[in-house]
Nanobody, 123 residues
Framework: VQLQACGGGLVQAGGSLRLSCAAS????????MAWFRQAPGKEREFVTA??????YYADSVKGRFTISRDNAKNTVYLQMNSLKPEDTAVYYC???????????????????WGQGTLVTVSS
């Protein structure tokens, strides 16, 4: 299984970006897929997840970010709007062998990780 993340880049505050994470090797139609991020000098943190038809968001991104999936393409997307400088980080996608309920923030529940894509938001 491989996860290929892309779509990062440099954007001004208030702008938008869409990240993609394409999975290969097995389908993840209802399994948990998520985005985490890690800013310089900080620990990796949960951003959002989609699992079993439900979506979950960190408070810091609610109302600004949207996660979605295209099962035909085995791909999950992260639409990021109203970006802030504090959103600057390397964004990682993750996938689980299972449907995860509620505890989607736990990194150890994810079996596969992408290589990360850098998002830089300038003020």
């Amino acid at each position: 299984v491989q996860l290929q993340a892309c779509g990062g880049g440099l954007v001004q505050a208030g702008g938008s970006l869409r990240l993609s994470c394409a999975a290969s090797g097995r389908p993840f139609s209802r399994n948990a897929m998520a985005w985490f991020r890690q800013a310089p000098g900080k620990e990796r943190e949960f951003v959002t997840a989609i699992s079993g038809g439900k979506t979950y968001y960190a408070d810091s991104v609610k109302g600004r970010f949207t996660i979605s999936r295209d099962n035909a393409k085995n791909t999950v997307y992260l639409q990021m709007n109203s970006l802030k400088p504090e959103d600057t980080a390397v964004y990682y996608c993750a996938a689980s062998e299972s449907i995860i309920y509620s505890v989607v923030v736990v990194t150890s529940l994810y079996d596969y990780w992408g290589q990360g894509t850098l998002v830089t938001v300038s003020s």
